[in-house]
């Protein structure tokens, strides 16, 4: 495996190839998996590791990681903790709209009802 950075926008961030024996193939990844991995292959560079995943966007997109173990079966990324990364990398803007609706919206909300209780009032008395 090799490490390295990219720029994505106007971040860099961590990425890794993989050579499967016949091409490279970059990662697609967090940085806690990558680190991981790189851990790993820094204090063992010469032993291979197991790694499960699959290629995004049908195919032509990068490998995303499922499960990397050891040859002895000690896992390096757990699927558990992928699933929940997946998860939340597939619904991002659901998650966002959550936080935004919280912090921006409601409160928004509560002061539109205390002007409406205050004009109520006001044409009341």
Do not use: C
């Not at 961030?13 to 820094?42: M, P």
């Not at 990397?68 to 558990?80: C, H, S, V």
């Amino acid at each position: 495996m090799v490490f390295g950075e990219e720029l994505r926008g106007l971040k860099h961030v961590s990425v890794a190839d993989f050579n499967d024996g016949r091409k490279s193939i970059r990662l697609q990844d967090d940085f806690a998996s990558l680190w991981e991995l790189k851990k790993w292959t820094d204090g063992h560079p010469l032993v291979p590791v197991y790694i499960e995943g699959f290629k995004l966007r049908d195919g032509i997109g990068r490998f995303w990681i499922t499960y990397a173990a050891t040859q002895d079966g000690r896992p390096l990324i757990d699927r558990e903790k992928r699933q929940v990364s997946l998860d939340i990398s597939r619904e991002w803007f659901g998650v966002l709209l959550r936080w935004m609706y919280l912090y921006l919206v409601a409160p928004l909300w509560l002061i539109s009802f205390n002007n409406i209780r205050k004009v109520r009032n006001s044409l009341g008395a």
